[in-house]
């Protein structure tokens, strides 16, 4: 032994605030302390916080803060959303990456790395918001109930996501005094049901009526009514959302020194995805629909320049390449849910319920207004009646596709246009001929990651309980 200098880990909570939501970043450094006589080998590990370390009222606020930089990283400061778009006809695939080619192609591995880290990130900002609750219950009772309704918000949010987008055999693990207590494989509808229980528990604890509750019970609002659209109650989907704004928007924060906005970095800057045109035959026209929902340029251009797509090739070296400009820089914030949202399930379930006049009614409301949408857009011509039960839910969906554009919805509207409408897959889903070689495959969801056969719950052979939609 000899004497040495050693080092503790100390981590700040970074808070940036902007519009009503707050995000953190974790931010990991270490503090020189005096010579010591020590083993270098009980170096402590920077990378673990014991539990310990946060069970306190400001130890229970910090857990609070990263739930929702987590939640941040899981979405569009992630590349969710983008894997969702690319999985169905938002994006296509605009660089060489295997992982990235078989999510476009519909031929999905188990082993695919990118959806492994997207997967892993939702279930970070899960376990981050559940751990917070616990701790807001035990050391901060007192603190305004939106808090802790914001964490099961959270916690709604990604359960839902996750069933939208994987196989039904999910997995929902946890953490109790600091170990991992392994879950079962649920069923897609027991996903939906799990989601609903957590929104149902944030709307008990919102109980103000500051800024801060309304914003926060309107999000859990509008997600209780996606969540039970998707368990194809659309009268109790309409009720849940009566009574939000239209003008909500819960968004995600960014900037170039906590997290970017990735669907500008990934598109735009690194030219890794190419907005999607009429994909697979079944794909919306969204780069040349000309629609002020989903403002498209051709990159090169004057146009694509100033939002950064300077080059006129993808990364791939092919061509088009279509940028988006919804979110014309790397700290454009992302509107995650919205009072849109809000008045599209309205439409859905009055279309549901053989009000077709209304639906449209709805619809044209939304079209009317000015300065609603990520892009404030100011007001589009009315619609006119599809004069068929199966073009006015084609119209339906398209709405919802230019309003949600990129958002995390598309993957699960065209599952439900499989389970609730009974629309063949190969009718929803791009088909047909690849834009690169060969052909489109089966998959309409995403497949358990294959890190989740550590789990022993997990049957090594059988990551899906089922592949249907």
Same mark, same amino acid.
């Given at each position: ?9 100390a981590?700040?909570w ?27 080998l009980?170096?402590e ?7 310990g ?8 606020? !910090?857990?609070?803060?990263? +739930? ?5 990283? !899981? ?8 894997l ?29 790395n ?28 007192? !603190?305004?109930g939106?808090? *802790?309704?914001?964490?099961?918000f959270?916690q709604? @949010?990604?359960? %839902?996501?996750? +069933? ?6 999910l ?12 879950g ?5 509808t ?8 957590? !929104?149902?528990? $944030?709307l ?7 800024? *801060?509750?309304l ?8 997600t ?8 194809n109650?659309?009268?109790? *989907?309409?009720?849940?959302v009566?009574?939000v704004?239209?003008?909500?928007? @819960? ?29 697979? $035959?079944? $794909? ?8 002020p ?7 090169g ?60 009614t ?24 599809a004069g068929?039960?199966? *073009?006015?839910? %084609? ?5 919802r ?19 609730? @409408?009974n ?8 088909t ?5 070689? $060969? %052909? ?30």
């Amino acid at each position: 032994m000899k004497s040495c200098t050693s080092f503790r880990t100390a981590s700040s909570w970074l808070r940036t605030s902007a519009r009503g939501a707050i995000f953190t970043a974790l931010a990991a450094g270490t503090l020189p302390m005096t010579a010591c006589t020590s083993d270098l080998l009980t170096v402590e590990d920077p990378d673990i916080i014991s539990p310990g370390n946060v069970q306190s009222q400001a130890g229970a606020d !910090a857990v609070r803060l990263g +739930a929702l930089a987590r939640l941040n990283t !899981a979405t569009s400061g992630g590349e969710m959303f983008l894997l969702g778009g690319l999985f169905a006809d938002e994006w296509i695939n605009g660089d060489s990456f295997i992982a990235r080619q078989e999510i476009d192609q519909r031929v999905i591995t188990p082993q695919n790395n990118f959806l492994t880290d997207a997967n892993r990130a939702l279930h970070r900002a899960r376990l981050s918001a559940e751990q917070a609750v616990q701790l807001f219950t035990q050391y901060n009772p007192s !603190a305004p109930g939106w808090q *802790a309704a914001e964490m099961h918000f959270v916690q709604a @949010y990604v359960a %839902n996501l996750l +069933a939208e987008h994987f196989c039904s055999g999910l997995v929902f693990s946890t953490v109790v005094e600091g170990r991992e207590q392994y879950g079962n494989p649920i069923t897609t509808t027991a996903a939906f049901e799990r989601a609903l229980g957590h !929104a149902n528990d $944030g709307l008990t604890a919102v109980t103000g009526t500051t800024a *801060a509750d309304l914003r926060v019970r309107h999000a859990l609002q509008v997600t209780r009514g996606r969540i039970l659209m998707n368990l194809n109650r659309p009268a109790d *989907a309409a009720a849940a959302v009566a009574g939000v704004p239209t003008t909500l928007r @819960y968004q995600m924060l960014h900037s170039q020194t906590t997290q970017s906005n990735q669907i500008w970095l990934l598109n735009n800057n690194a030219r890794r995805y190419s907005v999607g045109n009429n994909e697979g $035959g079944n $794909g919306l026209n969204f780069a040349t629909a000309n629609d002020p929902r989903v403002p498209v340029c051709v990159g090169g251009t004057t146009a694509c320049a100033a939002v950064g797509g300077t080059r006129n090739q993808r990364d791939d070296l092919g061509q088009p390449y279509h940028v988006q400009m919804i979110w014309p820089t790397r700290e454009s914030p992302v509107t995650i849910v919205s009072g849109v949202e809000a008045r599209l399930i309205e439409a859905e379930a009055q279309l549901r319920a053989g009000n077709a006049a209304g639906a449209l009614t709805t619809l044209n409301a939304l079209r009317a207004a000015t300065g609603i949408g990520s892009g404030g857009v100011a007001g589009l011509a009315p619609l006119t009646d599809a004069g068929t039960a199966d *073009a006015r839910v %084609n119209q339906l969906f398209r709405e919802r596709a230019f309003w949600l554009f990129s958002r995390g919805h598309r993957v699960g509207d065209l599952r439900r246009l499989i389970r609730q @409408y009974n629309r063949p897959a190969n009718s929803v889903f791009p088909t047909g001929a690849w834009h690169k070689s $060969g %052909n489109y495959g089966s998959d309409v969801t995403i497949p358990v990651p294959l890190a989740e056969q550590n789990n022993p719950n997990v049957q090594s052979d059988q990551l899906c309980l089922s592949r249907e939609a």
